[in-house]
């Protein structure tokens, strides 16, 4: 199976760095419904993991950022989810209230 897939062009770089698909769509927050789970590694690390949401990543990265400014914990945003360190799930749950954002939680 063949894959011609151009990833490198003289005048133009690095094709595999360029985005496909139209990643800042505008963001109805109240259309969203957030998924909050509560996740545990095997040596009892806590994280709280956000999902659900939108395809907008200045967004996502601006409430990854909220919500650990606000928490005074450590986090990340990955592509398609936000980590929350710590075992704060009630906090996480009450910054997207104040937010007005919908949220479920899901697991454990």
């Known amino acids: 199976m063949s894959n011609n897939k151009l990833v490198w062009s003289d005048d133009q770089g690095d094709q595999r760095k360029k985005t496909t698909g139209n990643r800042d769509v505008a963001v109805h927050e109240q259309q969203l419904e957030l998924k909050v789970r509560r996740l545990t590694s095997g040596k009892g690390r806590t994280v709280i993991e ?8 200045v967004w996502c990265k601006a409430l990854a950022k909220d919500l650990k400014k606000a928490l005074g914990a450590g986090g990340t945003y990955k592509d398609q989810y936000i980590e929350i360190h710590g075992e704060k799930i009630e906090e996480v749950t009450a910054v997207l209230d104040r937010r007005s954002l919908k949220w479920k939680q899901t697991g454990g």
């Open 50 to 57: 956000i999902t659900g949401l939108p395809n907008n990543k």
